[in-house]
Structures are given as C-alpha cells and as structure tokens.
T-cell receptor, first 115, second 113 residues
C-alpha cells in the first residue's frame, strides 16, 4: 500500500476564488490521479497527473479550470480555479505503483465547500 | 449514462449474518472489477478485485462473484461485523493494461450489533 496525505482536509471558499490541493505520497509511485466526488455521486476521474509533463484530462475537465502539477514522483497539486458552488465536492488523489490492472490507493480527500 | 450501477443506496444487516452488495455494469469491454470500502472522512480503501477470467475470488470474509453473462457482480461479507459499516463502491476497468476505473455510486452498509 501507500501512505497518502492531502492538504487541506477541508475548506470553505468564496465563489470566484481558487484553491490548491496538495497530495503527498510516502514513496515513489508510477501514476497519480485526481478524482472528484460530488454529493451523492460516484467518484469521477478528473485527470492523470504526469510527472514532468502536462496532465491528461478526462472528458468534461479542462486545464484552465483544474490545473495540475506533478514536479516529482511523490507529489502533486490540483487547483480548482474560479470556483462556483457547483465545485463543492470531495477531491481525492490516488496512486498506483504499477501499470495496467492495479488497485489504486486513495488519499483521505479534501472536502471543498464553495459559497 | 451510468456504466456501473449500484441500485441499492443502503443496506442493513444483523451482525453475524451475510451482507450481499450488488453491482451491475453495461459495458461488455469491462474485464477487471474492484470493490472499495469508504469510511466517513477517509479515502476509499481497496478490498478485493476480480478478473473477468474468473467467476469468484475470495479473501477472508470477503468474496466477490462475477456473472459475465448477466453483467453483474456481488460482494459477500460473511460474517458481517459492525466495523464493516461503511459505503462500498464497485469499480470496473474497460480493458487490460489501463488504469481508468469507472465507479458506481456506492451502497451504504450498516451492520447492526
């Protein structure tokens, strides 16, 4: 497994502002991902954070709204830009050590409320 | 369009009895399936997985069954314990060698002491 921490654990933000969420892993991992879980919904993959290159975004998610950094193999950030109340969600990072079919390990999540 | 469905949002079971959580999928290209457990204020924790070449995988009290013809999988917990009370998500992967998992909406299990 992997020990994953996220900061902040929760935040309440005003609309129009931006929040950067950090994800730190205790060891080097192959792949890092960012998910969103809106109230009552399933986990939805936002993007894959690629080390040293631009993130790969899923359909419906764009870099301008969710810029992602991954400067090394243990750390990544997700920014939620120009927030609106619809962005209120739990944001989770996850990692996997291998490629192909491997279980993903999740961080504790960041609960974001946008007023 | 929800490709992975968990039609029961909640389930209550008496301690010591069997808990059965169900999951249906629509995409016949899915060939790898996982179950995760999530406690409040924590991230999902991996429980058990199954490849489409199998119809059953067992790990301690947890067994996952896969019925490919029905596009249905289920998680059995025997015996159920109060500590099993959590939200359970099933997830499916479209094809071999990919990391992309599609998650269901979850079933909240409550095990009554």
């Amino acid at each position: 497994s992997a020990v994953i921490s996220q900061k902040p654990s929760r935040d309440i933000c005003q609309r129009g502002t931006s929040l950067t969420i950090q994800c730190q892993v205790d060891s080097q991992v192959t792949m890092m991902f960012w998910y969103r879980q809106q109230p009552g919904q399933s986990l939805t993959l936002i993007a894959t954070a690629n080390q040293g290159s631009e993130a790969t975004y899923e359909s419906g998610f764009v870099i301008d709204k969710f810029p992602i950094s991954r400067p090394n193999l243990t750390f990544s950030t997700l920014t939620v830009s120009n927030m609106s109340p619809e962005d209120s969600s739990i944001y989770l990072c996850s990692v996997t050590r291998g490629t192909g079919h491997n279980e993903q390990f999740f961080g504790p999540g960041t609960r974001l409320t946008v007023l | 369009d929800q490709q992975v469905k968990q039609n029961s949002p909640s389930l209550s079971v008496q301690e010591g009895r069997i808990s059965i959580l169900n999951c249906d999928y629509t995409n016949s290209m899915f060939d790898y399936f996982l179950w995760y457990k999530k406690y409040p204020a924590e991230g999902p924790t991996f429980l058990i997985s199954i490849s489409s070449i199998k119809d059953k995988n067992e790990d301690g009290r947890f067994t996952v069954f896969l019925n490919k013809s029905a596009k249905h999988l289920s998680l059995h917990i025997v015996p159920s314990q109060p500590g099993d009370s959590a939200v359970y998500f099933c997830a499916a992967s479209p094809s071999s060698g990919t990391y992309k998992y599609i998650f269901g909406t979850g079933t909240r299990l409550k095990v009554l002491a």
